[in-house]
């Protein structure tokens, strides 16, 4: 499960009936021979859900980027409670709202209803978000950080630097028209967090540079995460919600 709440002790020989999903790939592509990994429990892993509530989550139809990174963010939550761990589940736009780890459903119950609540506005600081948020963890901690981000890299890298060390998964949720540009024409284009108008054509040649921008902002961030161990994970909007669970959470075992 997400919070599992385990740090990695030592391996032990492959027996039948041990879960194959333990069994260390590394180790045997060297030695030919199974090993699985032993785990021990630790007692105080928290489960952090950081959400982007800034004005260009708000973008996206018929479900829009801030709709569709709050259930993902429940159903964490939601996991977390049902594996009786510590989460709190905070959001961030030109301000942090921070919360208080607890556990049970309680807690999952006052978080559905600030999400209800809640809606995108202002413009995204995520650099200085995360610097204060860093003063929130005082133990192991996963960290779930949910956003478009569509913003400078250097943020991005800073902001792991200052989380190393804890467990860090960033999902970047896209509109379904961010990820393929599928519009050709003549367009008014509106920047969500600033109002900005540009009247612009897009032309097939556009597109093709578009995309090709995209792809290269997403590899810097997948590297960045590499040097810092984290994953990154890619979501669109129209992608089923169980699908992104899943190929989160099939990673954190198959990867430890």
């Known amino acids: ?62 479900t829009s980027k801030s709709d569709y990174a709050s259930m993902l963010g429940i159903g964490f939550a939601y996991m977390a409670t049902k594996d009786n761990e510590r989460f709190v589940l905070s959001t961030f736009s030109e301000k942090l709202d921070l919360f208080s780890p607890k556990k049970g459903a309680k807690q999952l119950a006052g978080i559905v209803a600030y999400l209800n609540d809640r809606k995108p506005v202002g413009a995204t600081k995520f650099e200085e978000s995360m610097a204060k948020y860093k003063n929130k963890i005082s133990s192991k901690s996963m960290i779930i950080v949910i956003s478009d981000f569509l913003y400078d890299l250097s943020e991005i890298k800073n902001s792991l630097a ?19 540009l599928s519009l050709e024409g003549e367009y008014k284009l509106q920047d969500l967090e600033t109002k900005q108008v540009v009247k612009t054509f897009i032309s097939p040649s556009l597109r093709k540079t578009y995309l090709k921008q995209l792809n290269e902002h997403q590899a810097k961030i997948k590297k960045i995460c590499d040097q810092m161990n984290a994953k990154f994970f890619i979501a669109s909007t129209d992608k089923p919600i169980f699908d992104t669970f899943f190929e989160v959470l099939m990673s954190r075992y198959f990867q430890r």
Do not use: C
């Open 1 to 62: 499960m997400i919070g599992q709440g385990l740090l990695f002790k030592d391996h032990t020989q492959y027996a039948m009936g041990d879960d194959f999903r333990k069994i260390d790939w590394r180790v045997f592509a060297r030695t030919d021979k199974y090993y699985v990994k032993r785990y021990e429990e630790e007692r105080n892993l928290t489960i952090h859900i950081i959400v982007d509530f800034s004005a260009s989550m708000n973008f996206g139809k018929p």
């Open 162 to 180: 200052r989380l190393k060390g804890h467990e860090i998964v960033l999902i970047q949720v896209l509109d379904k028209t961010e990820r393929d």
